[in-house]
């Protein structure tokens, strides 16, 4: 056999490389190891690579293509894919659906973190025009709560109480159905929370949870100027609070005497950890029923997914759409369900 030339060798060890850390990327799903969270935040440019390797080895080397097909493919059935090709199915008559939008509305300040006059105003107008039947709001603006904005949706349950401020994010749920009961999780030691409410949807009751989980807290201005080893080891430590915080929700929705729809940012992609230990058998409209790679945030320019929307696998997803408003740094999402009828 034929040596390899320098410039082959180093195409090979690059090769096992990255095919190592893509194999490492499905492993972090099934293990509480915080340090292996980071990788999963590349797997979208971890296939893409193996991807380009599959082609260069197939223009030359044919046995080492195997090295990336293998692991692509393991990871396909291991992690699923990022992108949807899924389209609007339009066949149920709308009055047996309902939709739902999840919208992270940064206290409705706009996009660059300021108090910006419009923004609030902007946001409001998006929401009215969409018309969904349910809105769950992370980072809602408090000033909103006795405010005429959202006559059209007259149950709503908002985290908040008038006084001392007590410094968290402030969560929110606008129906046009019936609110029955509702409550809140307390993530300790953690300005995040979680909400749900007992919504009546047409002759059905679901629980509906919106939640926000730890924040990674990092923006391209604080990495320039935080020490490499201490940013590790924050960010480490926000996965381990991530992960116990998913452990709430999801030992509570086990107990949930209702049909559960989750709504939130979970400020983690689906290759995570804390989104498989939170959807179980659920099912996640985008894959279901949304098109393209689903980004609803930007982060130094790279898209990523990270607010979703689950469903109990019993509820059909006729649609989900991603916005693009650019007012909030994230973007909002929408989904339209049917439930079948008993």
């Not at 989980?213 to 923006?219: D, F, G, H």
């Not at 604080?222 to 116990?244: G, N």
Request: proline residues 3%.
């Amino acid at each position: 056999m034929k040596k390899l030339s320098f410039f082959k060798r180093i195409m090979l060890f690059l090769n096992v490389i990255v095919v190592f850390c893509l194999f490492l990327a499905c492993i972090v799903p099934y293990t509480s190891i915080a340090s292996l969270a980071f990788i999963s935040l590349t797997v979208p440019a971890l296939v893409c690579i193996n991807m380009l390797f599959v082609l260069f080895w197939s223009l030359g080397k044919k046995i080492y293509l195997t090295l990336s097909l293998t692991v692509l493919v393991y990871g396909y059935f291991t992690l699923g894919s990022f992108i949807s090709f899924k389209s609007f199915s339009s066949s149920a008559n709308q009055e047996d659906t309902f939709s739902i939008m999840s919208f992270n509305s940064l206290g409705f300040r706009g996009k660059n973190d300021e108090w910006e006059r419009t923004a609030g105003d902007t946001i409001v107008k998006f929401i009215l025009e969409q018309k969904p039947d349910i809105v769950c709001f992370q980072e809602f603006d408090y000033k909103k709560i006795r405010s005429d904005y959202f006559q059209e949706y007259p149950y709503k349950y908002v985290d908040f109480e008038f006084g001392p401020d007590n410094g968290r994010v402030i969560q929110a749920i606008y129906s046009k159905y019936k609110i029955l009961d509702n409550a809140f999780l307390d993530f300790k030691e953690s300005s995040n929370s979680a909400i749900y409410a007992d919504i009546i949807v047409k002759s059905d009751t679901l629980r509906v949870y919106n939640l926000h989980l730890e924040s990674l807290k990092i923006r391209p201005s604080y990495i320039k100027k935080e020490r490499s080893d201490r940013l590790f080891v924050r960010l480490r430590r926000t996965f381990e609070v991530q992960q116990e915080q998913a452990k709430i929700v999801r030992k509570h929705m086990n107990d949930s005497p209702y049909r559960n729809i989750v709504c939130g940012d979970f400020n983690n992609t689906q290759f995570s950890k804390v989104y498989f230990n939170i959807k179980g058998n659920l099912k996640d409209t985008f894959l279901e029923a949304g098109r393209g790679y689903g980004e609803t945030i930007k982060f130094w320019k790279f898209p990523f997914r990270i607010d979703m929307i689950l469903t109990d696998p019993s509820i059909e997803v006729l649609s989900h759409k991603n916005y693009k408003i650019n007012i909030s740094d994230h973007e909002p999402i929408m989904a339209t369900f049917k439930i079948p009828h008993q």
